[in-house]
């Protein structure tokens, strides 16, 4: 068996695929609901409803707990990363997207007045607390549906 067969045959790394590209489409999916425009883009965006990286790092905590025990290291391990993820998702990334929503204010604000550049920073980076949650459940039942 080959390395890629033995990394395709991987149900923990499979299941984690799976709960991203679930969740990614989902951000598709509810975008074209409420903009009523497709924008396929958001497949490889961060940052909106449900949270792919909360879904993918929760689904590899379950997975890995449904396989080696809820009591094993590596699951501890795997939560715990999940949690620092999930942290970081609905505090760090966030915040920097409002700093980047702020700025992109005030760029418009001076481009009233003088010339300035046009580029604007990314704010949708971060997630609501609600995202990371809706992240969390959609990879907790990818990875009870798949393992």
């Known amino acids: ?3 890629f067969e033995r990394v395709l045959d991987n149900k923990v790394l499979l299941t984690c695929m799976t709960a ?3 969740a990614q489409l989902i951000k598709i999916i509810l975008t074209l609901y409420n903009s009523r425009k497709l924008d396929v883009t958001r497949f ?4 909106g409803m449900p949270s792919s990286h909360t879904s993918f790092v929760m689904a590899l905590a379950t997975s890995i707990g ?3 025990g809820w009591e094993s290291s590596i699951f501890a391990l795997a939560l715990c ?4 993820v999930m942290y970081d998702a609905a505090g760090v990334r966030r915040a920097a997207g409002y700093q980047a929503k702020i700025l992109n204010m005030i760029i418009d604000d001076l481009a009233h007045h003088k010339p300035l550049g046009n580029e604007r920073l990314k704010e949708l980076i971060g997630h609501t607390p609600k995202e990371v949650v809706a992240g969390a459940i959609l990879g907790i039942i990818i990875a009870n549906l798949l393992i």
Do not use: P
Request: charged letters at 5%.
């Open 44 to 47: 490889i965006g961060s940052g």
């Open 20 to 22: 991203w590209f679930c």
């Open 81 to 84: 990363f999940a949690l620092v």
């Open 1 to 3: 068996m080959t390395f």
């Open 66 to 68: 449904k396989l080696h």
